[in-house]
């Protein structure tokens, strides 16, 4: 797929999505610049590629290195924010500056270097506990966090700039993606992380409930491809997409599956739910496949191999547990 833009921004580039974004451009010959505070993202997530981009250690609500970096792109692709539900409960104020403020910082520096297009990280966090399934865009929002709720803010705020300035916005409501470079120690990481990073330590993984919810898993990887597909659409400006796969894998299934690739047999603890945990989720993604011709290109039993194949790379005493028992 060729692009047809030459100049990307991606803001967050050093995090888990958006340093394989940023991986996805430069195969495509893509000039590429980074804003990342390094709060959570890595300079090592971009390995060689830090050579071959212009990299900014900047807050998004530097406005001034913000519109520095945005001058002569053609898009913008907004990662950066702070994506812990819990940190966001307990300091709802500074999480809404840089999840509400740094998008609007984000927009109006696209609209005041006439960039054409802002690709926005939203989440499937906006439905909150709706029972309605699978969760489709034109669902009434249901946010059950300030996170939710600041993601909901940046989407409106994209759809204002798009009818009043006319910056072309997409903005895209993740499901739960995971894959190589999710960092475990995080605590804003993904199950998926956790999971195998307990298995490398031998420790059992604590489930909250019962272990029968279940969420739609999407590889990072099928999530760079949909963000350049929309980046690359003259079909999508202004509109608002789930990001996931229409399936669904329970979490005490996960935990076979992740034990199984791991040559171990440890038990999970459970533990009681926890306050404003979703029961179920899974993604409608026929507007996907409408309008961009969207599908998964990994099943979930390939992407989980190869994130595994990942932790083996990075956790040397997982990989020789794993080869006694071949």
């Known amino acids: 797929m060729d692009l047809k833009f ?11 999505i958006g340093s394989h974004l940023v991986d996805g451009l430069l195969s495509k010959g893509c000039q590429v610049s980074v804003i990342d505070d390094l709060s959570t993202g890595r300079l090592s997530n971009l390995g060689n590629n830090k050579d071959h981009i212009t990299f900014y250690r900047a807050d998004i609500r530097d406005q001034h290195i913000l519109e520095k970096a945005a001058k002569q792109c053609d898009i913008i692709f907004h990662q950066a924010a702070v994506v812990s539900v819990p940190r966001t409960v307990d300091n709802p104020v500074d999480s809404a500056m840089v999840n509400e403020m740094g998008t609007l910082f984000v927009l109006e520096a696209a609209r005041k270097n006439n960039v054409k297009r802002v690709v926005l990280a939203s989440s499937s966090a906006v439905y909150g506990d709706d029972p309605v399934l699978p969760k489709h865009e034109n669902m009434n929002p249901k946010p059950q966090s300030p996170y939710a709720v600041q993601k909901l803010s ?3 705020y994209a759809r204002l700039y798009h009818d009043l300035y006319g910056v072309e916005s997409v903005s895209l409501r993740y499901f739960n993606v995971y894959g190589p470079r999710q960092d475990p120690s995080s605590p804003y990481s993904g199950v998926i992380s956790i999971f195998m990073e307990r298995a490398s330590s031998k ?8 272990g029968n919810q279940y969420r739609d ?16 659409s003259d079909k999508v400006s202004g509109k608002i997409f789930n990001v996931g796969t229409g399936r669904f894998i329970r979490i005490n299934r996960l935990w076979e599956m992740i034990i199984k690739l791991s040559g171990k047999n440890i038990k999970p603890v459970y533990e009681a739910p926890r306050p404003g945990d979703i029961i179920e989720s899974v993604a409608d993604i026929d507007r996907a496949g409408k309008t961009l011709g ?4 990994y099943s979930f039993e390939k992407g989980l191999e190869e994130t595994f194949k990942y932790y083996l790379t990075t ?3 997982l990989k020789l547990d794993t080869d006694e028992h071949r």
């Open 6 to 16: 030459s100049r990307a921004l991606v803001t967050g580039g050093a995090g888990f």
């Open 154 to 156: 940046g989407e409106f």
């Open 203 to 210: 420790e059992p993984p604590v489930i909250y409930g019962n």
């Open 217 to 232: 898993f999407i590889f990072v990887k099928d999530v760079v491809r949909f963000n350049l597909m929309v980046a690359d």
């Open 294 to 297: 969207f599908k998964p290109d």
């Open 315 to 317: 956790n040397e005493h």
